[in-house]
């Protein structure tokens, strides 16, 4: 496996989750600090949904690594159905190997 790109992970469990919901692959769990792992992907992501202007709806394809932490940092990204097992999913990754 190649080394880590950086600019692809994100110790946040929360944003690793919505990653998850979006359909980004996991590609390795960095587990060299036990208090704060980094979880790091595949940011292949067709399209996110996100929130312009308060109420209007927009679907922008192909979004960076970057964009979708952005829009999930400022609160515009739509969360999943989803979503909710997708933070499951991570906090199992997180218990894992404990």
Not at 8 to 28: E, F, H, Q
Not at 65 to 73: D, G, Q, R, S
Not at 74 to 97: C, F, G
Request: hydrophobic share 35%.
């Amino acid at each position: 496996m190649s080394r880590n790109n950086d600019e692809n992970c994100t110790p946040d469990m929360y944003l690793a989750a919505v990653m998850i919901s979006y359909g980004a692959k996991i590609i390795n769990v960095d587990r060299s600090n036990k208090k704060r792992l980094k979880f790091c992907f595949d940011p292949a992501i067709d399209y996110i949904w996100t929130l312009e202007a308060g109420q209007q709806v927009r679907k922008v394809p192909n979004p960076s690594f970057n964009m979708i932490k952005n829009e999930f940092t400022s609160k515009t990204l739509l969360l999943l159905p989803n979503y909710s097992d997708a933070i499951r999913s991570i906090k199992s990754m997180i218990h894992e190997d404990e």
